[in-house]
């Protein structure tokens, strides 16, 4: 079993910045994939960007493109998400998740296995 955290969500200005982190416990896979998804009330949740743990391939929603970066630490059991040049559209609650088999990035929730319990990100205007 994977555990996820998150962590680092709060309220911030438009234009502000923000860094999450999501750190794995437990049983880790090396090939895994690892992304952000996002849920603002009445809106479905939404993928935002994911790294490839083997191949450091990184995909990112249009939406965000440009303004966040997904990276990881060097032990792998980290990953992050910084925000910059944030707006009022990006408040959501923030999850990672983790999908074991790593063998290309999706941007459906589905193929994910394992989730956090999610962070709140507040911009305001």
């Known amino acids: 079993q994977v555990q996820l955290v998150e962590s680092g969500g709060g309220l911030v200005q438009a234009g502000g910045s923000l860094r999450l982190s999501c750190a794995a416990s437990?049983?880790?896979?090396?090939?895994?994939?690892m992304g952000w998804f996002r849920q603002a009330p009445g809106k479905e949740r939404e993928f935002v960007a994911a790294l490839r743990l083997s191949g450091r391939n990184t995909y990112y929603a249009n939406s965000v493109k440009g303004r966040f970066t997904i990276s990881r630490a060097s032990a792998k059991n980290t990953v992050y998400l910084q925000m910059s040049s944030l707006k009022p559209e990006d408040t959501a609650v923030y999850y990672c998740a983790l999908d074991k088999e790593g063998v290309m990035i999706y941007t459906d929730y589905a193929h994910y296995d394992s989730w956090g319990q999610g962070t709140q990100v507040t911009v305001s205007s």
């Open positions: 437990g049983r880790t896979f090396s090939s895994a994939t």
